[in-house]
Structure formats: structure tokens, C-alpha cells
């Protein structure tokens, strides 16, 4: 039986890969479950330095949670029926992985949206970083429309990423973004041709790789961290972030390896 997440290793970077083409790409409990083993993996793997986050095939990225798994399961309509059900309903742990939602994930997510991004999975695009997709690409939040709300993330972070009267729209209207729309908001970094989207996430996995790794998760634990703060908050974590960076190795490599007109050996330390 084929593996309704796959994780893939190449150098540094780490690729995710929701793999139930045929639900288009829905979450099960299962998938959830090694969604947040796959976190907490890469998370204490220091050779990883990046991730890749996509969808198999060419229908969805992800359509949310599966309406006939997942959903009745949360709500009661469904009895556990198998250790990943059970997993899944015990540890509150497991949702909060799956999207990025009140944890301190240090490294880079590079989102390669390859088809309609909706619900749950709008919820988890949330809590990457940066953001790929192709034309035919569309967001939406459609949960209101089935009788519940958001839970993991939206309605805290999506009024912060694009404008209000834009989040609401989506959020109590049910009115999907296209991938114009999505852009315009700056909800997405770009639109990317289908052949062409894999080769331009790993592209800018590479770019985040190659840089300093305690630079670049000092980098985005700050602005993580300061988004809502006074500004004086905000520079008392840049300033702790700066402590950490100049203590390193690297900090040293760097500026070394630019007089040296030669590319720089970062090893994360």
C-alpha cells in the first residue's frame, strides 16, 4: 500500500509530498500522523536545512481534511477504527505539526502549490513560508459552508497575510482566491507554469541552503516572533538573534569566504 505522505531526503533539503491523488490529497489520519513525525524529524536533523512541501498529481494540492475520515472522526461521527485513528484523536500534538500552528519549527517551508489549496490545506499553506503555485491554482476556506469553522490556524494568521476585508470575504463568504487573486494579496511569491514548479521550488530550496542555517532560522524565529509586538519587543528578538548568529563559526566563514572570492562552507555552527 502506498504511503499517503511521502518524505524524501537530497542533500539538505527535506521534501514532503501529500500523496492520495485520487482524494485529492485530503488528510486522513494517517497522513496526519507521519506529517508530524516528518516534523519532528526534520526539526532535530541538523543536515536538513529546508523543506519542500507539494501535492501528488496534478488535481489538488490538498482539498483539507477527508470529509468522509477525518471530519466525522474530530466530530464523533465516526468511532476510531485504527491506531491511526486512535493517535490522532489522543494527541492534540498531531494537529498542531500538521499546520505549523503554535510550535517553533526553525527551518524554511517552501510551498509548491500544484492545484486547489482548500481548508485544512489553506490552514497548513498558512504556515509555510514561501509560496509557489501554478495558474490553475485556487485558495479557499470553505468551512463555514459545511457547518464549521477553521481550527488550525486561519483565523488567527490569514487577517495577518492578506488584507482583512480580503480574509473575510474568504473566511464567512466562502469566496475562493485564484492564483491572480492569491498574488495580488500577496498570499503567493509567484505563479509558476505546471512543468516548471518542482524545478522552481527546488531552485529556491537550494537559494535558502546555501546560506548560513543558524542565520537563516534565527532570521525567521525573529520575524515570526515580533509579527504583532511593539517594535521594541520586536528588537529585543533581533537583537537575541544577533548574539546567537555572531557567536557561530559561520559568522566568521562568511565574511572569510567573500574576501576569499570563494563560496562559503557553512556548517551550521
Known amino acids: 500500500m502506498t504511503a499517503p505522505l511521502l518524505f524524501q531526503r537530497d542533500g539538505h533539503v527535506a ?53 468522509g475520515l477525518t471530519l466525522p472522526l474530530i466530530s464523533g461521527a465516526r468511532a476510531p477504527e485504527t491506531d491511526h485513528d486512535r493517535r490522532f484523536l489522543a494527541d492534540p500534538s498531531i494537529n498542531e505539526k500538521l499546520a505549523f500552528r503554535g510550535i517553533d519549527f526553525p527551518k524554511p517551508i517552501v510551498a509548491a502549490v500544484n492545484g486547489p489549496c482548500m481548508a485544512a490545506g489553506m490552514e497548513i499553506l498558512l504556515g ?38 480580503a480574509a473575510m470575504e474568504m473566511l464567512v463568504a466562502n469566496v475562493p482566491l485564484d ?6 494579496h500577496g498570499l503567493i511569491n509567484r505563479i509558476v507554469e505546471p512543468d516548471q514548479l518542482m524545478d522552481a521550488a527546488r531552485e529556491m530550496a537550494a537559494r535558502i541552503a546555501a546560506n548560513a542555517p543558524v542565520s537563516v532560522q534565527q532570521i525567521k524565529a525573529s520575524v515570526q516572533g515580533a509579527m504583532g509586538r511593539p517594535l521594541a519587543e520586536g528588537y529585543a528578538l533581533e537583537d537575541r538573534a544577533r548574539a546567537v548568529v555572531m557567536a557561530t563559526d559561520d559568522a566568521r566563514e562568511g565574511p572569510r569566504a567573500f574576501m576569499q572570492k570563494r563560496a562559503p562552507r557553512y556548517e551550521g555552527k
Open 128 to 165: 509555510t513560508d514561501i509560496r509557489l503555485a501554478v495558474p490553475g491554482a485556487s485558495f479557499a476556506l470553505p468551512e463555514a459552508a459545511r457547518g464549521v469553522i477553521p481550527f488550525a490556524g486561519a483565523l488567527a494568521r490569514l487577517p495577518r497575510q492578506i488584507p482583512y476585508a
Open 179 to 184: 492564483a491572480t487573486g492569491a498574488l495580488r
Open 15 to 67: 521534501t514532503l509530498t501529500f500523496n492520495r491523488p485520487a482524494q485529492r490529497n485530503a488528510i486522513c489520519p494517517e497522513t496526519a500522523c507521519l506529517f508530524a513525525d516528518a516534523v519532528d524529524e526534520i526539526a532535530a536533523d541538523d543536515r536538513l536545512r529546508v523543506v519542500i512541501l507539494t501535492g501528488a498529481g496534478d488535481k489538488a494540492f490538498c482539498a483539507g481534511g477527508d470529509l
